[in-house]
């Protein structure tokens, strides 16, 4: 079995979420996990799970101009270290660009981080992305999920360790031939 994770990240936290993933999914499948900017659709060429994640802004996707924001604010900030090109496209460009219908019929699931505060006020990224892979034609297999930074702008504890479960729980469904 093949797995790809896409991710696009600001300052990190969503980067190390898509590792550990990866590491969940490892232990069924052959695993790519790429950045955004380094994805495209021959990277979708014979996978089983796409598994498509990244940062919640202004309750959804990350737009140019909330990306720029992101980049913006880390100026002059010692403690937020930005991605390289944090400010290029970002996942809601690159699911826009796909095809209506992936080879095969692929299965997928999405991911998000968000601060650690109720969805209603954050958003969630993962519910667009879900939307946007089933519209692409892809079968999601899990509900959207979300991992949790603090308002220092690090990873919860324990949230790495959920992610690499969530991949395992990912590859799981995926073996068994479930579909939600």
């Known amino acids: 079995m093949r797995a790809l994770v896409v991710y696009e990240s ?17 232990v069924m499948a052959d695993v790519s996990v790429l950045a955004v900017h380094d994805a495209d659709d021959a990277d979708l060429e014979g996978v089983d799970l796409v598994v498509v994640g990244g940062p919640t802004h202004v309750h959804s996707m990350s737009r140019s101009r909330t990306r720029n924001a992101a980049v913006d604010a880390a100026t002059g900030d010692d403690e937020l270290v930005v991605e390289p090109d944090a400010a290029g496209p970002g996942v809601r460009e690159w699911l826009a660009s796909l095809p209506t219908t992936p080879p095969g019929g692929v299965r997928a699931a999405a991911f998000d981080t968000r601060i650690d505060a109720p969805a209603i006020l954050t958003g969630r990224a993962s519910k667009a992305i879900d939307r946007a892979l089933r519209h692409h034609g892809f079968a999601t297999i899990a509900e959207p999920e979300s991992f949790l930074v603090t308002k220092h702008n690090e990873l919860e504890p324990d949230e790495a360790t959920r992610a690499t479960a969530w991949g395992a729980q990912l590859v799981a469904v995926v073996g068994a031939g479930i579909s939600r």
């Open 10 to 26: 600001m300052y990190g936290n969503t980067h190390l979420v898509a590792n550990a993933i990866g590491r969940g999914l490892e």
